[in-house]
């Protein structure tokens, strides 16, 4: 589709000549004979490019460039003049004016501040792309609070949105660390009981004795100091979701009168007689293996029947270590925020480390070592040294434990070797994602690649 172009003249003759030229170049063009009459044509019409005189009669280039304001928008303006000087210029392109040309002026250099121009614009346009690109992409690797790109996660994301669309029980197993009350989070505020209360206790940091008047209430004077009726979480949760986190945990003694509580939809408060209806949501979590705990005894088997109707597991941050590299990012921009600081990335051999460490806590782990190195980090990358002592020593350094002794040549290549096969296992063999992290050109992995024999 041919660019629409406006040209804004009082000369008549500069008018006609600037028409034919760049009519015959495949504008679509008009013209105006003051910014008034600029004014009226861009109201009427969008234009890509404008060029426009700076000295004009009943309204001049810069008073056009002020009017127009919004109108113009993103519109290419290039402002003509024979009037002109580097102050008049630098005023025009902070009115917006993309650039300047001097009159009288060649074909040439006109053709050439719209080539210019045109490029500009296809830059634009393209970094608009990969923006809306990078949205896409994220929005994909997030669910809630969570962030993570492996397909492992991303299976538990799929199942995680369907359990979020019914009024079902769901377990969520895993270790520590791995993100199981976020899941929770995530399940309650996009499923259909969004709109009521998310109610979380930890079965395991409340004393035994007090757990059972947490969970379903009590009444007055059911014991010492029970002075007024009291309702738990259960009847606080009411049309939202409980979130019992750590179930495991849960002594026997309580586990059975949990069972009744979720098959007839009634808890009975401590010292009460009445039984009171329910109606919550049960999100539960563990970091045990249930079935295990079940055929020991120290978990009731009809009970975790009732809680398994629908099973998350995650999985641990060492078997999904493809996401260290997203979750950094993510880290690093949330701590930024909150620390008021402009770290914008990990260098190269910080990342190494991290994409070797087992995680042993987990995401919880790397949030707390990214903002340890967010606030150690001096320049606008995380450096090895940003990272905690006991990361840093899994590299192997020192001389003495190498029969290349002090060689910095023999210990570049060791360390790049190195680096290229963690890259490329952290990947999965993907090697344009791996040439990605290690900041180097698909070309020169490949050459690497085939240097230190490495085949992945």
Request: one cysteine or more; proline letters at 4%; aromatic letters at 6%.
């Amino acid at each position: 589709m041919a660019k629409r172009l406006l040209i804004v003249d009082d000369e008549a003759n500069m008018r006609h000549m600037l028409s034919l030229l760049l009519g015959r170049s495949g504008y679509k063009v008009e013209t105006a004979a003051n910014g008034r009459e600029a004014l009226e044509a861009v109201r009427r019409t969008p234009f890509d490019v404008i060029l426009c005189d700076l000295k004009m009669p009943e309204m001049d280039g810069m008073a056009f460039l002020e009017a127009a304001g919004e109108l113009i928008g993103e519109t290419t303006v290039i402002m003509m003049s024979a009037f002109g000087t580097v102050d008049t210029a630098l005023e025009a392109m902070k009115r917006g004016a993309y650039d300047y040309i001097s009159k009288p002026f060649k074909p040439d250099e006109v053709y050439l501040a719209l080539r210019k121009a045109e490029e500009r614009e296809g830059l634009r346009h393209e970094n608009r792309r990969l923006r809306e690109t990078l949205q896409r992409i994220e929005g994909d690797c997030r669910f809630g609070r969570l962030v993570a790109a492996s397909p492992a996660m991303q299976a538990v994301f799929d199942l995680a949105e369907k359990a979020a669309r019914y009024d079902t029980t769901v377990l969520i197993c895993g270790e520590s660390g791995t993100g199981k009350e976020l899941v929770a989070q995530a399940i309650h505020q996009t499923g259909i009981r969004a709109h009521g209360p998310l109610v979380a206790v930890n079965c395991g940091s409340i004393p035994e004795n007090l757990l059972e008047s947490e969970l379903f209430g009590y009444c007055k004077g059911a014991f010492t100091g029970a002075e007024h009726n009291k309702p738990g979480l259960f009847q606080q949760a009411a049309g939202g979701t409980l979130f019992l986190d750590e179930i495991g945990e849960m002594p026997l003694s309580l586990q059975v009168k949990l069972l009744r509580a979720l098959q007839e939809g009634e808890v009975r408060p401590v010292g009460g007689l009445t039984p009171q209806k329910t109606d919550v949501r049960i999100l539960a979590a563990t970091a045990k293996d249930l079935a295990q705990e079940v055929a020991r005894g120290a978990f009731r088997q009809d009970l975790f029947y009732r809680l398994n109707v629908l099973m998350i597991e995650l999985p641990p941050l060492r078997q999904r270590i493809a996401d260290v590299p997203l979750l950094c990012r993510h880290f690093i921009a949330r701590c930024n925020r909150r620390l008021g600081r402009a770290v914008q990335g990990v260098t190269p051999e910080a990342m190494a480390i991290l994409l070797r460490h087992q995680w042993p806590g987990n995401v919880r782990e790397l949030e707390n070592v990214i903002e340890r190195a967010v606030v150690l980090a001096e320049g606008e990358q995380i450096q090895v040294g940003d990272l905690p002592p006991a990361l840093q020593g899994r590299q192997t350094t020192g001389a003495g434990a190498d029969p290349s002794g002090f060689s910095i040549k023999a210990a570049r290549r060791r360390l790049e070797r190195r680096l290229i096969t963690d890259a490329l296992k952290a990947t999965g063999g993907n090697r344009t994602q791996a040439a990605r992290l290690l900041e180097i050109s698909h070309p020169s992995l490949l050459s690497k690649m085939r240097l230190y024999g490495i085949d992945l």
